[in-house]
Every structure is written in structure tokens, then in C-alpha cells.
């Protein structure tokens, strides 16, 4: 079945840097787009990157732009998110979901939630 495993989840200081990943099996990788998505506590999900089928086209959120870099290895069927300047608003659990297509109004509006792993929990304090 489809499946989508995240790991990397740490605790880490402001400024720090940090690398989550997302490792899936049962579905044809590259024909999907993979997105990150995070939820902090008691707030909503929120759409954080996303990368094409090929790797090339790249989307980020205003609020980690310049900061976050997503990347994608076909062969190895894994997602990474390389976090840098990490900020305490950063904390929550991360999650990456496939979706076939992006929107560019609406980010979360192509995303498969059914293909949503359990999360990796990322901490950002001192």
C-alpha cells in the first residue's frame, strides 16, 4: 500500500540546522510530487515545500524561503528538507504527502492526505 515514512525529527537550537526525510514505497514514485506540510500545536497544517516528479521545480513557503531546501532522489525513492536558520516558530511535527499535480493558489488543495506519513517531530528552543 501507499506508504510515506518521515524521519530526521530533532531537537535543535534557534539557528541551528536540521534534515528531515521522507522515504516511501507502494505507489510509482516519480510520477509524484512531494510535499512537506507541518502542524504546530494548536495550530492548523500548514504547507511548507513542495518539489516536482523531476526534482527541477522547487516551492517554498514565504515563511522558510531562503532558509529550507527540498530535494528528491528517484532511485532511492526519499524526500529530504534540509532546514537551516531554524527558528522557534519552525517548531512542530512534519509531514511529507504526495500529490500528482501543484497549486499554486491553493498548495494543499492537490495533496493526498490518505498518503500522509506519522510525522517527525522537530523542536526549535533554547
Known amino acids: 500500500q501507499v506508504q510515506l515514512v518521515e524521519s530526521g525529527g530533532d531537537s535543535v537550537q534557534p539557528g541551528g540546522s536540521l534534515e528531515v526525510s521522507c522515504t516511501a514505497s507502494?505507489?510509482?514514485?516519480?510520477?509524484?510530487?512531494i510535499n512537506w506540510v507541518r502542524q504546530a500545536p494548536g495550530k492548523e497544517l500548514e504547507w511548507v515545500s513542495s518539489?516536482?516528479?523531476?526534482?527541477?521545480?522547487?516551492y517554498y513557503a514565504d515563511s522558510v524561503k531562503g532558509r529550507f531546501i527540498i530535494s528528491r532522489d528517484n532511485i532511492k525513492k526519499t524526500v529530504h528538507l534540509q532546514m537551516n536558520n531554524l527558528k522557534p516558530e519552525d517548531t512542530g511535527t512534519y509531514y511529507c504527502?504526495?500529490?500528482?499535480?501543484?497549486?499554486?493558489?491553493?498548495?494543499?488543495?492537490?495533496?493526498?492526505?490518505?498518503?500522509r506519513g506519522q510525522g517527525t517531530q522537530v523542536t526549535v528552543s533554547s
Open positions: 504527502v504526495r500529490s500528482s499535480y501543484y497549486n499554486d493558489y491553493d498548495h494543499m488543495e492537490p495533496l493526498d492526505f490518505a498518503s
Open positions: 507502494g505507489f510509482t514514485f516519480v510520477n509524484y510530487y
Open positions: 518539489v516536482n516528479t523531476g526534482g527541477r521545480s522547487t
